[in-house]
Nanobody
Framework: QEQLVESGGGLVQAGGSLRLSCAAS????????MGWFRQAPGKEREFVGG????????YYTDSVKGRFTISRDNAKNTVYLQMNSLKPEDTAVYYC????????????WGQGTQVTVSS
């Protein structure tokens, strides 16, 4: 079982940057693909991007390509979401999630961290 804890959210002006972190407590972090999701008020949860277990591949939803970067440090059991050129429409609660490499669904979720981008 993995416990995930996000941090790094906050209030930033449009055009600014934030880096979110997601720390995992288990001993098998490198056996999970990791994803970032977000949910804005009144909207459904949206996939932001993901990274494979080794960090060898990343993928993003179109709206954040070129602005957001996902990375991971398996030695630190941590995945990161670097967000640059933030826009007000990026305002949401951001969640990290873990998907066992043998499964197709994300199984473990963090509690979320609020990101607010002011115009």
């Amino acid at each position: 079982q993995e416990q995930l804890v996000e941090s790094g959210g906050g209030l930033v002006q449009a055009g600014g940057s934030l880096r979110l972190s997601c720390a995992a407590s288990g001993r098998t972090f490198s056996s999970y693909h990791m994803g970032w999701f977000r949910q804005a008020p009144g909207k459904e949860r949206e996939f932001v991007g993901g990274i494979t277990w080794s960090g060898g591949s990343t993928y993003y939803t179109d709206s954040v390509k070129g602005r957001f970067t996902i990375s991971r440090d398996n030695a630190k059991n941590t995945v990161y979401l670097q967000m640059n050129s933030l826009k007000p429409e990026d305002t949401a609660v951001y969640y990290c999630a873990a998907r066992p490499i043998t499964e197709i669904e994300y199984k473990y979720w963090g509690q979320g961290t609020q990101v607010t981008v002011s115009s």
